[in-house]
């Protein structure tokens, strides 16, 4: 079963907006992270942010992490149409347990 | 480096047929695992493997087989293919950091 969970399922904005996307979960993890998926092709690493960290930036990309409420969110800022693609949280609870994904969100940025 | 290599990238079966989806890579990594992507669910881990010689199962391992005789390789094997097993397949390795790579898929079609 999915661990992580991601809303909204789809989202369209105009290229320039900002993005925002939410992620949670439901068991403790030991990290989380962001992939991309475009259209037919296989999934990008985007970012990774550990347990004990609250915020990571990485160019146009902010992510947070609230533990608390064991949910993260994926900020794209100033986007862009090659933004358009499908963007999935991902968990894993230690060590080499198996990373598992949520469904994702497809977003798509109209130029 | 070429990365996590898959092949084929599409394949057609009739019902209880069997094949082997390669899987490669050449970036050292202990860690290698098989998803499976269907519409509106995600990617659902079937088999993973911590090191050659040790495998494990996944998600949705039923239907499937795997082995891991050497670093770089990790076949999966569906024995006997039903309509059910009709998805996108992905391998992927992964960093000791937790960072997966993953290859481009394979489109199987189970008639």
């Known amino acids: 079963s999915q661990q992580g969970e991601e809303d909204p399922q789809a989202l369209s904005i105009q290229e320039g907006e900002n993005a925002t996307m939410n992620c949670s979960y439901k068991?403790?993890?030991?990290?989380l992270q962001w992939y991309r998926q475009n259209s037919g092709r296989g999934l990008v690493h985007l970012i990774l942010i550990r347990s004990n960290e609250r915020e990571k930036h990485s160019g146009r990309l902010r992510v947070t992490l609230d533990t608390s409420k064991k949910s993260s969110s994926l900020l794209i800022t100033a986007s862009r149409a090659a933004d358009t693609a499908s963007y999935f949280c991902a968990t894993d609870a230690a060590g080499n347990t198996p990373l598992v994904f949520g469904k994702g969100t497809r977003l798509s940025v109209i130029a | 480096n070429a990365g996590v290599t898959q092949t084929p990238k599409f394949q057609v079966l009739k019902t209880g047929q069997s094949m082997t989806l390669q899987c490669a890579q050449d970036m050292n990594h202990e860690y290698m695992s098989w998803y499976r992507q269907d519409p509106g669910m995600g990617l659902r881990l079937i088999h993973y493997s911590v090191g050659a010689g040790i495998t494990d199962q996944g998600e949705v391992p039923n239907g499937y087989n795997v082995s891991r005789s050497t670093t770089e390789d990790f076949p999966l094997r569906l024995l006997s293919a039903a309509p059910s097993q009709t998805s996108v397949y992905f391998c992927a390795s992964r960093t000791t950091t937790g960072k997966l790579f993953f290859g481009s898929g394979t489109q199987l079609s189970v008639l």
């Open positions: 068991t403790s993890i030991n990290n």
